[in-house]
T-cell receptor
């Protein structure tokens, strides 16, 4: 069965510093991988997705992620964090025959210090 | 862009009553909608998948008689928590999907903002 592990429950980053959020997945075939951000009172917003092709994926808000098959990882990065990036971040893998049915990781809460 | 609206955003009810949560795709027609449950500090757990005009498919361990899902139109799905008890208190989130290559909601999952249910 598919699974997603986000080993960091909380991460605190200074504003302007770089960010990397870790995600490891378990899936037998080529995975569909996603990163979502959840802010209080708002729905999950898709940051980026990987289906195939270039393993470095660019997303919205300056985020990027790199798919590494050998490490079963899909880490999210941002070179310079803004205070508005403070939120909960979820990594997800598409399960089943398509990518609509998602299995989510437990999330990483990002705190941004001034 | 695609918008999914959930209503109500918060609801408090007494134990034993039923509560209905609506999920609407505002600017696209959703052939498939998904319902999730999120516990504090935990991930989203898929409860069921509903396709317009057919019965919902429930995930293992989800009581279909407790959580009634109806997807009567391409823009509306409802989740009814029947005879709610305090252990049903949770954050319920829906997402909607539309196949295709263009237009809002096409080929991506769009999530609602969630509904927080508190059962006293």
């Amino acid at each position: 069965a598919q699974s997603v592990t986000q080993p960091d429950i909380h991460i605190t980053v200074s504003e302007g510093a770089s960010l990397e959020l870790r995600c490891n997945y378990s899936y037998g075939a080529t995975p569909y991988l996603f990163w979502y951000v959840q802010s209080p009172g708002q729905g999950l917003q898709l940051l980026l997705k990987y289906f195939s092709g270039d393993t470095l994926v660019q997303g919205i808000k300056g985020f990027e992620a790199e798919f590494k098959r050998s490490q079963s990882s899909f880490n999210l990065r941002k070179p310079s964090v803004h205070w508005s990036d403070a939120a909960e971040y979820f990594c997800a893998v598409g399960a089943g025959t398509g990518f609509q049915k998602l299995v989510f990781g437990t999330g990483t809460r990002l705190l941004v210090s001034p | 862009g695609a918008v999914v609206s959930q209503h109500p955003s918060r609801v408090i009810c007494k134990s034993g009553t039923s509560v209905k949560i609506e999920c609407r795709s505002l600017d696209f027609q959703a052939t498939t909608m998904f319902w999730y449950r999120q516990f504090p500090k935990q991930s989203l757990m898929l409860m069921a998948t509903s396709n317009e005009g057919s019965k919902a498919t429930y995930e293992q361990g989800v009581e279909k008689d407790k959580f009634l899902i109806n997807h009567a139109s391409l823009t509306l799905s409802t989740l009814t928590v029947t005879s709610a008890h305090p252990e049903d208190s949770s954050f319920y989130i829906c997402s909607a999907f539309a196949p295709g290559q263009g237009g809002p909601g096409a080929n991506v999952l769009t999530f609602g903002a969630g509904s927080r249910l508190t059962v006293l």
